[in-house]
């Protein structure tokens, strides 16, 4: 649970970090075009909604229930971090970039429970 706290936050740091043009600071991700460089959200998200599972299943709440609760923390931090962009200079924020979030977050549960499943399917054959 502490890994799924600590990443959430440094998202939040990150997201608070003021935006400069390239020409200003060069990006990290500078090679790729803005659209490719939204994509990032999915990945993103689906990390941190993955970790949540991870932390949360370990309170014996169940998986489907750790899937869920997870899912709502990573969908409610998305709308937190776009909300945030709209106040921190030279940041955006976009609709696009929470359905991004949102795609990445099911995605990371939906990793979660698959992994879950094999792991149940191979205890029970083995």
Partial sequence: MKLAVGYLLA???LSLVPGTTVE???SLFEFLAPELQNLLHVPQYALLSWLWCRGLSGLA???GRSARLALAVAAGYGVVEESI???V???F???TDLALDLVGALAGVGFFLWRRSVAAERGAAG
């Fill in 93 to 95: 924020s976009s609709w």
């Fill in 24 to 26: 200003e600071r060069g």
């Fill in 89 to 91: 200079p030279g940041r």
């Fill in 85 to 87: 962009q709209l106040w």
């Fill in 11 to 13: 998202m939040l740091a």
């Fill in 61 to 63: 709440l169940g998986p």
